[in-house]
């Protein structure tokens, strides 16, 4: 058989558009930055105050927590799973800071204090995590059901500890980590980006790494091969826990204060954030930095209609409409990307 | 004649699944179509009940009437029923309505008729001459007993053309024996039968003319009258067998694997067997005789009640599959799709994934450059035809597949390797080169277990032959010594 070659007719040099819509459907991350550039440049010529310095710090210090968390949602999602505990994670993990913090004199507390809660924030969010693992692991539950109890324990655990209200006073320089800068970008800024460096070594570099995304397509299959599956999902379930850990850190050190509910709303978005990175939703497929430019665009839809509209609820709104755009591009995405029939 | 098809070819993607074949049944005859895996049998099927098309060229007459753009429900209208291996029935459902069910069908927003179904379903079991409760769930019923619910659910349909495949792989002698009471009856009716099967020693005396497929070519169709299942067997595979048998003796090598008295209680009983260097030792009995139980026991997965497992004379105590591939023992599952491999991943990863542990590099990293050294020398060593190592192993056929499997498990460096049926769905050209690879693994010293139900599979590429039955090693058999016709007997009977 021959084959025929399909250039068009007056086919010269590509356009600079036409090439740009190429390396957008060809690479896995080259299609969010175009599309990323798009919501950019349709926000700049909507109003001058979106491409300037504050905007710029404004998106840089918001998208940390949401980053931080969609991160602890990423890893159960690729191995076939759920995290709905993750934000109340979060939240006990920095009542874990604030208690430590709080032993040692409150505002009065040094760095060792601080050291020392943040390690006490990690280890709770850590053996959450291997809780849920365990569980999952070990009786077959769903992750669904095994996470949403988590998540009810936690909140009622969490709103006992603190009586519902907010927990506050902390030293001045635990307020400096949720605000202040360091080498040109805010130091939450600089946290998401070494955590998703970690994230992207851990899933494409390591023999966890390939064992999830293995578990996530076919967890019999994967067990057959003489991988201990269930200790895969713990360390899922246990390093998503961590990376709540570190976001209870950092929304300790943005709000100043602990309160369980902090953050709730992020727990839906961050699925959207997978999804929209090209993670699928049935495990198996899915890559760190992907993910971490959906982010992006995501904050910066926001920040950008924040900008445009007074009214905050017309901004939710249309931020909501640009989610379902985005999931029917990433659907058009997905049903031409070579793992799916 | 009932159905009378000509010239029917298929082409899949540039495999040619048919080539011209020509088919006919008369009403009320009872016919085998006869051929191995992959000779084109599931597609002359699924084209007579409409799944697919043929390709232009082809007549298809029903009752004398051209049947061309046949569809699933033009064929059922017409009487054609076909009844698959898995049955496709509901197990949460009663035998009521499942045999009704497709009476409900279409019922659009009128209410379901309970009654009026259990009386048709008792209809038809009564035209059987056979008694079931109507109420039970079908999942309280036996194999035997749930055909006989798919074979109602066929003639509530007005079946005229009944299609059966595999309809005996797992049943004992007395199912089989009723089931052939029941074809008889219905041929009596005039209904047409024809059994799908690679094994059909129980069959043959039943149906009164074969046709034999092989590599979807039309081999021809023979009375059964003297027919045997030696020579079925030749016109299904092409090859006379006399020569090809391999049994030597090996009780002069070293014992790799000892089991002693091996028991699993309700999977099998008292086990005990050697596989010697070199040795390829067959396990065959029928579905259900305990044999997968048996092996994922020796592959750690499957803890045993009691006795012993001794590789080169050490005992072993297996906790996981694990512990079973660091000793250098592995396991080809039956399953393929399922357990074999992780289908949408990549042909690279898949190959890896047993032996992740020695493809670290710098800091402890999965190193690529090792992986792709190891994947791109097995590929080659098992010449496995792929395209890039990154592409999923779901784009390979199922011979190419079932070599990254092997490829995969001959990367972990077995001192005894299992393969349970390793040939399922794939076909007979791609099956011989499966067995070379088999072969020469033996020649260099690697003990190996191969089970399966085809007897003349595990007849010509043995040293020695076991059978199970009941969870029970009950007998030894030495290929060439023992006529396979007599093999076949004892293991069907």
């Given amino acids: ?341 | 004649m009932l159905l009378r098809l000509d010239n029917v070819s298929k082409v899949f993607g540039g495999v040619q699944a048919l080539r011209s074949v020509s088919f006919d049944v008369a009403p009320g005859e009872v016919l085998c179509l006869a051929g191995e895996n992959g000779s084109g049998k599931s597609t002359l099927i699924k084209i007579i009940s409409g799944v697919y098309r043929p390709e232009p060229g082809a007549t298809m007459l029903f009752d004398g009437e051209p049947i061309d753009g046949l569809t699933p429900g033009v064929a059922r209208s017409l009487g054609i029923q076909v009844i698959w291996q898995d049955l496709a029935l509901f197990p949460e459902m009663s035998v009521a309505e499942n045999i009704a069910f497709e009476r409900n069908l279409g019922a659009g927003l009128r209410l379901v008729d309970y009654s009026a179904m259990r009386d048709a379903a008792a209809g038809i079991l009564a035209r059987l001459g056979v008694t079931l409760d109507l109420d039970s769930p079908l999942r309280e019923l036996s194999i035997a007993q749930r055909q006989i619910v798919a074979i109602c659910r066929a003639l509530i349909a007005d079946a005229r053309l009944v299609f059966m495949d595999e309809p005996t792989a797992s049943l004992s002698q007395a199912e089989t024996d009723a089931l052939l009471v029941i074809v008889r009856r219905l041929s009596a009716d005039g209904i047409a039968v024809v059994f799908v099967s690679h094994r059909l020693a129980e069959v043959l005396e039943v149906c009164g003319r074969v046709t034999v497929l092989r590599d979807g070519r039309n081999v021809g169709t023979f009375p059964t009258q003297g027919m045997t299942q030696t020579r079925l067997t030749e016109l299904m595979t092409g090859q006379t067998f006399d020569q090809a048998v391999r049994a030597a003796d090996h009780s002069a090598s070293a014992t790799v694997l000892e089991v002693r008295n091996l028991t699993r209680r309700g999977d099998y009983e008292d086990v005990s067997l050697t596989v010697r260097r070199g040795e390829v030792v067959g396990v065959t009995g029928r579905l259900g005789a305990g044999r997968t139980e048996l092996a994922l026991s020796l592959f750690g997965m499957n803890r045993p009640d009691g006795g012993e497992i001794l590789l080169n004379g050490e005992p072993l105590r297996l906790r996981s599959n694990r512990d079973a591939i660091d000793a250098g023992i592995a396991y080809v599952s039956e399953d393929r799709l399922s357990l074999g491999l992780v289908q949408p991943q990549s042909i690279a990863d898949n190959t890896a994934l047993p032996v992740l542990d020695r493809l670290l590099g710098a800091a402890g990293l999965l190193s690529e450059k090792r992986k792709s050294v190891l994947v791109s020398e097995w590929v080659r060593r098992l010449s496995v035809k792929i395209g890039r190592p990154e592409d999923a192993v779901s784009t390979l056929s199922g011979g190419n597949q079932q070599r990254i499997v092997l490829a995969k498990w001959l990367a972990t460096e077995p001192k005894v390797l299992i393969l349970d049926s390793p040939t399922v769905g794939v076909d007979v050209g791609a099956r011989a080169g499966i067995f070379a690879i088999v072969h020469k693994l033996a020649e260099e010293g690697m003990a190996i277990i191969l089970i399966s139900d085809e007897i003349p599979e595990v007849y010509f590429n043995c040293d020695r032959i076991l059978h199970m039955r009941d969870g029970r090693l009950i007998d030894e058999y030495l290929p060439g010594a023992t006529p396979i016709d007599r093999i076949e007997s004892h293991v069907h009977a």
């Fill in chain 1, 1 to 341: 058989m021959s084959r025929t070659t399909t250039t068009r007719p007056a086919a010269g040099a590509p356009t600079l558009t036409g090439r740009l819509v190429a390396w957008g459907s060809t690479s896995e991350v080259g299609g969010l930055l175009l599309f990323l550039a798009l919501v950019v440049l349709g926000f700049s010529l909507a109003t001058d105050r979106f491409l300037t310095a504050p905007t710029f710090a404004s998106i840089a210090f918001q998208l940390p927590e949401l980053g931080l968390l969609t991160l602890a949602m990423l890893i159960p999602i690729l191995s076939g799973g759920l995290n709905l505990a993750i934000t109340f994670t979060a939240n006990i993990s920095g009542l874990a800071l604030a208690w430590v913090l709080q032993a040692h004199g409150g505002a009065e507390a040094g760095m060792f204090a601080f050291a020392l809660g943040v390690f006490a924030a990690l280890a709770v969010g850590a053996l959450v995590g291997l809780v849920m693992g365990a569980a999952i692991a070990y009786t077959g539950a769903h992750p669904i059901l095994v996470s949403l109890s988590m998540m009810i324990f936690l909140r009622g655990l969490g709103e006992f500890l603190t009586r519902g209200g907010d927990i506050s006073g902390f030293p001045e320089f635990v307020r400096l980590i949720g605000h202040g800068w360091f080498a040109g970008l805010p130091v939450p800024l600089w946290l998401l980006i070494g955590c998703v460096l970690a994230w992207h070594v851990l899933l494409s570099r390591t023999r966890l790494g390939l064992t999830i995304h293995m578990a996530g397509s076919n967890i019999e299959a994967t067990r057959y091969s003489g991988i201990d599956t269930r200790r895969t999902l713990m360390l899922v379930y246990t390093l998503s826990g961590v990376m709540c850990g570190i976001a209870g850190v950092l929304m300790l050190a943005r709000f100043n204060s602990v309160r369980v509910g902090h953050g709730e709303a992020y727990l839906l978005i961050t699925v959207l954030a997978c999804f929209l990175g090209r993670v699928d939703p049935f495990g198996g497929f899915g890559r760190a930095l992907p993910v971490a430019v959906a982010l992006l665009i995501l904050q910066v839809i926001a920040s950008g209609l924040n900008l445009l509209g007074a009214n905050q609820h017309l901004a939710t709104a249309l931020w909501g409409a640009f989610l379902i755009l985005v999931m029917v591009i990433r659907y058009l995405w997905a049903s031409r990307s070579p793992h799916r029939p």
